[in-house]
């Protein structure tokens, strides 16, 4: 499995992935929208040896307390489903985090399930004071730091790019 950037040619592909992977075609929609508005910090998809996209995630910029701080916000993310349960999502997220960490990208939040985040080092994001908009189990808002001490200074709302609101 070849993870790497978006390119051109993927555009179509993870807009399908996304249509078949989520139940509705919102998520697909987001992603366009991120990408359109320039809200794609770093997409990134994971190839068969033959090329296929099988999986996509995105990171895009959320600000705290109305700051631009630099963290990001971790959204969408799927898997083909014939290739759910292999690592794929998890092997996509830790790229994601190197690869933010080497261009000083200092955090990221995520908005799911904690079973699954956790495993990839997300904790409750309300441990480091943070809340969301969003009438959501508090549980479910994650955080991870990228870069040690990244937190130190923040707090309180963060505010997810405006095209989430379509969600």
Known sequence: MLIRSEAPADLLPIDRLN??????????KLVMSLRENGHNTLSLVACTDEGEVVAHTMFSPVTIGGQDTGVQGLAPICVHPDYRRQGIAAALIKEGFEIL?????????VLGDPAYYSRVGFTAAKKFGFHCKWDVPAEAFMAIELIDGAFDSLQGLVDYCPEFDEL
């Open 101 to 109: 960490r080497e261009f000083g990208y200092p955090a990221c939040v």
């Open 19 to 28: 249509k078949k992977t989520f139940p509705t075609h919102a998520e697909a």
